[in-house]
C-alpha cells in the first residue's frame, strides 16, 4: 500500500509541476480601497502583488466600477504633485509591488454604488505572463481614509 500511494504522489508531482512553474505564480494580497461619501463616484485601491516569473500587470476590473486604470504619482522638476496613467506595470520575482498612494495604485472611476467601510469590492486584475494572459480574483477591503 505505501509503495501505491508513494507512486500515485510521484505522478501527481509530475503532473502539476509544469502547471504550476508555467501559471506566472501572481498572488494579491491586503487590498483595500478608499471608502466613498455622498455623491462621489471616484475612490483609490490598493493591493500588494507578488510574482514568481516575471509578468506585467494590464488591467483590473470591477462589476461595482465603470473602468479601473492603473496610475502613478510622482514629483515633478518644480516639486508639484502629479498622476500619470500607466499602460501596464512591471511584476519581477522576489520584488512585490505595494500599491500606495504616493505611487502606483488603481484609480477606480465611474462607481456604480458607493463604497462603505467594511464593504469587500471584487476585483479581478489581469496579468501577462510567459505569452500567456491570466485573471487573478481577489478583493478590497473598504476602509476610511
Known amino acids: 500500500m505505501q509503495r501505491f500511494l508513494l507512486c500515485l504522489s510521484a505522478t501527481l508531482a509530475l503532473f502539476c509541476l509544469p502547471a504550476l ?3 506566472g505564480g501572481v ?3 491586503d487590498g ?10 471616484g475612490s483609490a485601491g490598493f493591493i500588494t502583488l507578488n510574482t514568481t516569473a516575471t509578468a506585467q ?3 483590473a476590473s470591477s462589476p461595482r466600477v465603470g473602468r479601473i486604470e492603473i496610475h502613478e504619482s ?5 516639486g508639484r504633485l502629479g498622476m500619470r496613467r500607466l499602460g501596464a506595470v512591471a511584476l ?3 520584488r512585490p509591488l505595494q500599491m500606495r498612494h504616493d505611487g502606483i495604485h488603481l ?6 454604488t458607493p463604497l462603505a467601510v467594511g464593504d469587500r ?11 500567456r494572459t491570466e485573471t487573478v480574483s481577489t478583493t478590497l477591503e473598504v476602509r476610511a481614509p
Not at 510622482?74 to 518644480?78: E, G, M, N, R
Not at 484609480?107 to 456604480?112: A, C, E, F, H, V
Not at 469590492?121 to 505569452?131: F, H, Q, R
Open 27 to 29: 498572488t494579491a494580497r
Open 107 to 112: 484609480m477606480l472611476i465611474g462607481l456604480r
Open 32 to 41: 483595500w480601497a478608499w471608502r466613498t461619501r455622498a455623491g462621489q463616484y
Open 74 to 78: 510622482f514629483v515633478d522638476a518644480q
Open 121 to 131: 469590492l471584487p476585483l479581478s486584475l489581469t496579468i501577462n505572463s510567459g505569452g
Open 57 to 59: 500587470l494590464v488591467a
Open 21 to 23: 512553474a508555467d501559471s
Open 92 to 94: 519581477q520575482p522576489a
